[in-house]
């Protein structure tokens, strides 16, 4: 499961940020996620609450932001958002399309006190 690594990595990032403006605590950690990562939110949530035991984070809230899947067609224009598979081509000229949003996993933002 990646999504250990994932949090460890989060986590990390979010430690000396806080150890940055000379906090001791992390109160809320904010993510947005791409649903065409791979990860899996459930698996994070599980992870992060393994992984954070002992660290500023301990009694952080943790915050998932799921951004959809948005593609593009440089051929024709459309762009689309309702992807029921991941058919990467255009369904009006059969063009590649370009994936716009949905493989974002970035940290939104940390609560520190």
Same mark, same amino acid.
């Given at each position: 499961?990646?999504?250990?690594? #994932?949090?460890?990595?989060?986590?990390? *990032?979010?430690? *000396? =940020?806080?150890?940055?403006?000379?906090?001791?605590? #992390?109160?809320? !950690?904010?993510?947005?996620?791409? =649903? $065409? /990562?791979?990860?899996?939110?459930?698996? %994070?949530? &599980?992870? $992060?609450? #393994? /992984?954070?035991?002992? +660290? %500023?984070?301990?009694? *952080?809230? &943790? =915050?998932? @932001? #799921?951004?959809? %899947?948005? /593609?593009?067609?440089?051929?024709?224009?459309? /762009? $689309?958002?309702? !992807?029921?598979?991941?058919? &990467?081509?255009?369904?009006?000229?059969?063009?590649?399309?370009?994936? %716009?949003?949905?493989? =974002?996993? @970035? !940290?939104?933002? !940390?609560?520190? +006190?």
């Amino acid at each position: 499961m990646h999504e250990f690594s #994932i949090v460890q990595n989060i986590i990390n *990032a979010c430690e *000396a =940020e806080a150890r940055k403006h000379n906090s001791n605590k #992390i109160s809320k !950690i904010g993510l947005r996620i791409g =649903e $065409f /990562t791979g990860v899996v939110r459930e698996a %994070l949530d &599980f992870a $992060f609450d #393994i /992984t954070k035991k002992n +660290t %500023l984070a301990e009694n *952080a809230a &943790f =915050e998932i @932001e #799921i951004v959809p %899947l948005k /593609t593009h067609c440089n051929n024709c224009g459309h /762009t $689309f958002s309702d !992807i029921k598979e991941y058919n &990467f081509y255009c369904p009006d000229c059969n063009d590649p399309l370009e994936i %716009l949003e949905g493989r =974002e996993l @970035e !940290i939104k933002y !940390i609560d520190i +006190t």
